[in-house]
């Protein structure tokens, strides 16, 4: 395996990551499909807790990272803007802040033109904790690196 250093790195487009960095990702992720198929444990992220952040409405996308993290043993906390402080006027800096005392990751889909981007971007520079990007106006990393 390709050594790289990946703990506590944003994923907000592969373009900010190397190769090197893509392919440990891609290894990593082989790895745990087979161990999945075999029906072997791979509870990686034992009581860790993902916030999903979604904008609008999405069955793949948001399915699929709840039951990936629970495959690995964490908990999805599924979060709408109706359920959170967004619709109040909360700041991307303040619900970076709040989530990255609670949880061990944020990942974000807003499509929203012309925003979506830079709201992943603003949370993410206020974050102590990884950001993924789910998708949003610009960038889907996760669909591009669909093995």
């Not at 395996?1 to 290894?27: A, G």
């Not at 990686?44 to 609008?56: C, G, N, Q, R, S």
């Not at 803007?81 to 006027?89: A, C, E, V």
Request: neutral net charge; hydrophobic residues 35%; aromatic residues 8%.
């Amino acid at each position: 395996m390709i050594q790289t250093q990946l703990h506590n790195r944003h994923l907000i487009t592969l373009q900010e990551w190397s190769r090197d960095e893509i392919d440990t990702i891609l290894e990593t992720s082989r790895n745990l499909k087979r161990m999945f198929s075999l029906n072997q444990p791979h509870r990686y992220l034992a009581d860790k807790t993902l916030f999903m952040i979604f904008f609008e409405q999405s069955t793949r996308t948001r399915n699929s990272m709840g039951a990936g993290i629970t495959q690995l043993g964490g908990h999805a906390h599924d979060l709408t803007p109706d359920k959170m402080q967004l619709s109040h006027g909360e700041s991307a800096k303040d619900t970076a802040m709040v989530l990255s005392r609670f949880g061990h990751g944020i990942a974000i889909r807003n499509c929203f033109y012309g925003t979506g981007d830079d709201y992943l971007r603003a949370v993410a520079r206020y974050s102590s904790i990884p950001v993924i990007n789910l998708q949003d106006d610009l960038y889907h990393p996760l669909q591009a690196l669909r093995i």
